[in-house]
């Protein structure tokens, strides 16, 4: 029996990105898609609980149904579980974002939040985003190890019901020089506000920034999707800082 | 000098929870309020880069300054930052929310987000949540721990630039117990969606659920709440499974 896979996105139904990954899906098995209809970067783990959510049939066919949504990709993820196959799909896939989501873009990323959506159903899961914000990106370079590691998965499980957010470089003439297994690197947005005033003199802000890596190691997704590698980072859900419980522990809370 | 204090929330400006906190701030230092104009509760860690962020002027006075914000708590914390401190303040403080944020709350939380900010940029920061949803939650018995914690956290810093998730249990008549420096604890939400339709027979869904506590340990923040205690976790930003790293690095992915 072929296995169910559950597709979806943070830049919306039509982004190039999901249709390439969509296709390459299709190859590997029955596959559900419940996108946001339209572009939820920056939305982060947001979930939708004040307002109605819609689904709204695009596509159906033999091993194949297509869904968008007016919510997150984090409600995608539970409408497609709870509402659609009324049962957990083998493997959630999210992406291809375009743009990469390294080190802790993993918190801003609404791909990466359906991916830990399923870390937390203990459905494996599996991010794919590439390093080109470009709507009309270049994914080809992608499709080799997009399946490899969608096969390896679907063969093998994930450890411990974690998830892996994985990067690509974008596409460069040299060819990716192969796959490296790493760690989430340190690294921050160091913000800029850009001041206007609206035609009632009134201020407001657009927020933008830098990227800042201040990473000085090799082992870490940053890293690796500098020199041309792919970064596969296993992800699991405990931020607790476990070094850090008996030195707190040794605080006074009674003054 | 007094060290400068930086509050948000994300139940909005006018919640009993930061009016609460507020008053307490005051007692330590000077205080800067940047909160959501409304609610925005599970917006997670969503920041606004496709739409401007306003700045509304509530009250300015001596060692005070409040503000709302039309934007998420993440939003006011790097607003708060780059353009009405132009510095880092010397500690963050998000909440008091009201309901818990224990275990994988912290990634639906904009609470927890607005916290996450503060450790991006090694600032230190604090998540204060009871575990009361009312809006006219009781928080008398927090003034005490909470004025001592951040004491604490005023005086020695966090270790590895890391941040603290504070959850208190709802009043109870017996008083607190104590405090417990714990984990994250394995849980997660078991969402239900309520089907209706709408006066022109389209169906919509509303997103709900439970909440289902998987973890028997009795080292974990769930544990500490519901045994009346409050329950501290360091929190860092690292998402690695470390542990997968070898076992995924096994994989061929070359086929």
Redesign the interface.
């Known amino acids: 029996m072929k296995p169910v896979i559950l597709i979806t996105n943070d830049d919306g139904i039509s982004a190039k990105g999901i249709r390439y990954l969509i296709q390459l899906m299709c190859q590997l098995g029955e596959v559900v898609v419940i996108a946001p209809d339209k ?1 939820q ?10 307002n ?4 709204n049939l695009i596509s159906s066919g033999p091993n194949y149904l297509e869904y968008s949504c007016n919510g997150t990709p ?2 995608c993820v ?2 497609g ?3 659609v196959l009324k049962q957990k799909p083998d493997l959630i896939v999210s992406g291809i974002n375009h743009g990469s989501n390294t080190s ?1 873009n ?3 990323s609404g791909t990466m ?1 359906a991916v ?1 959506e399923g870390a ?2 203990s459905i494996p899961a599996i991010g794919f985003s590439v390093n080109d914000y470009s709507p009309i990106a270049d994914f080809d370079h992608t499709e080799k ?1 997009i399946l ?2 969608t ?2 998965v679907l063969q ?1 499980g ?3 019901n ?1 998830c ?1 957010n994985v990067n690509f470089p974008a596409r460069q003439a040299e060819g990716i020089k ?2 490296k ?4 690197g ?1 690294a ?2 160091d ?3 850009e ?2 005033k609206d035609p009632r003199h ?7 920034g830098e990227f800042r890596n201040i990473d000085s190691g090799t082992d870490n997704d940053e890293w690796a999707i500098a020199n041309n590698y792919i970064a ?14 008996k ?3 040794e ?5």
Do not use: C
């Open positions: 572009p970067s920056g939305m982060g783990h947001a979930v939708t609980f004040s109605p959510l819609r689904l984090a409600d539970k409408l579980q709870k509402v802790v993993i918190l801003y939040a830990l937390m159903e190890y490899s590691i096969r390896n093998n994930l450890p411990h974690g892996l192969g796959v297994v790493v760690r989430q340190r921050y947005w913000e800029t506000f001041e206007r009134r201020k407001y802000y657009w927020l933008s596969i980072v296993p992800i699991q859900l405990d931020m607790t800082d476990y070094a850090a419980i030195k707190i522990s605080w006074n809370f009674n003054d």
